[in-house]
């Protein structure tokens, strides 16, 4: 299992508490099963934005380019060579 990135750590850590503060704002719980659930509504929410945060992908190397070139049209082909025939 790969190890979080320091953006999956600060998006959870951040939605932990803010996500936290708002619901026993919003909810006004003060007895210790709210605040409980509260909490663990919290955390799931922080471990979900977690586990969302795109992970970074593997680094594009850059290839060094040449001038473009121009494209010109390709050489004709060589016309068959006529089939001869024996003379009986």
Sequence with gaps: MPRPTVAQLAYGSCTVIFSTLAMLLLSGASSGVG???????????????????PLPGPRATVVARSAPRERTAPAPAAPAEPVRERAA
């Design 35 to 53: 605040i409980t659930l509260v909490a663990v509504a919290a955390l799931v929410l922080g471990l979900l934005v977690a586990l969302t945060v």
